[in-house]
């Protein structure tokens, strides 16, 4: 056993030379493989968009470790991508007291231009000429909801235009076309013997930003007096 031992002796320093050699090269090649991941991952997916730049980062963790070269240059570019993205748009309501409704409005989008002189409602300055219209009116001469609806689509197409889309429920009813180059959408909604619409026209140009604030708009235009179904 003694002979053995010196034997070996000698041979220890080396030995553990090349044991810390192979464990640096250990370390430099699963970086270099994290690294390679990463790369591949960036060919399919693009790191400027959040929901990639998330995936990334869980396909890294998984792959590489919670604490690799490869998840933390994910994660950077996580922060990146997220930093990049635009704020949502912030939202401003008007509440009308003398026919009881409310809507929301987009605030970068339209300016309001103060309540009418009789309180009927209110208009909303937009650019390149959009306009958002609220109003209430008392229901003088007996119609239905879908008299009055008809009656605002009609103004609002004119002699040149047309309605392309109609819809009713039990409580509201919407409309919308093109008159030229403008369109238009007009909902309206009956309570009390009281009409409340809003009616929104926009450049066709437009319709990329207006179609993402319109369901919205039209989800919290709401009557604030009881619903009465004719």
């Not at 399919?44 to 919670?66: F, Y």
């Not at 179609?211 to 619903?227: D, E, G, N, R, Y």
Request: charged fraction near 20%.
């Amino acid at each position: 056993m003694d002979q053995a031992a010196g034997f070996i002796l000698p041979f220890l320093p080396a030995v553990r030379r090349s044991a810390d050699a192979l464990r640096r090269q250990a370390a430099i090649s699963a970086a270099a493989a994290q690294m390679l991941l990463v790369e591949e991952l960036l060919a399919e997916h693009d790191p400027s968009a959040p929901a990639q730049a998330r995936l990334l980062t869980n396909l890294s963790e998984r792959l590489a470790g919670a604490d690799s070269p490869a998840v933390l240059l994910a994660r950077r570019l996580q922060s990146q991508a997220d930093a990049q993205q635009p704020s949502a748009p912030a939202w401003s309501t008007y509440t009308n007291v003398r026919f009881g409704f409310s809507i929301c409005y987009p605030q970068d989008i339209f300016t309001p231009e103060g309540e009418s002189a009789n309180s009927d409602g209110q208009r909303f300055k937009g650019p390149d000429g959009s306009i958002l219209i609220v109003y209430g009116a008392n229901d003088s001469m007996g119609d239905s909801l879908d008299d009055h609806l008809k009656q605002a689509a009609a103004r609002l197409a004119g002699k040149e235009g047309k309605v392309t889309y109609t819809a009713k429920k039990e409580t509201w009813a919407v409309a919308s076309g093109r008159n030229g180059e403008t369109v238009f959408y007009v909902k309206t909604t009956r309570a009390a013997s009281q009409f409340k619409s809003f009616e929104l026209t926009y450049k066709n140009s437009q319709t990329g930003i207006f179609s993402q604030v319109l369901p919205k708009i039209s989800a919290c235009f709401v009557s604030t007096a009881p619903v009465d179904v004719r």
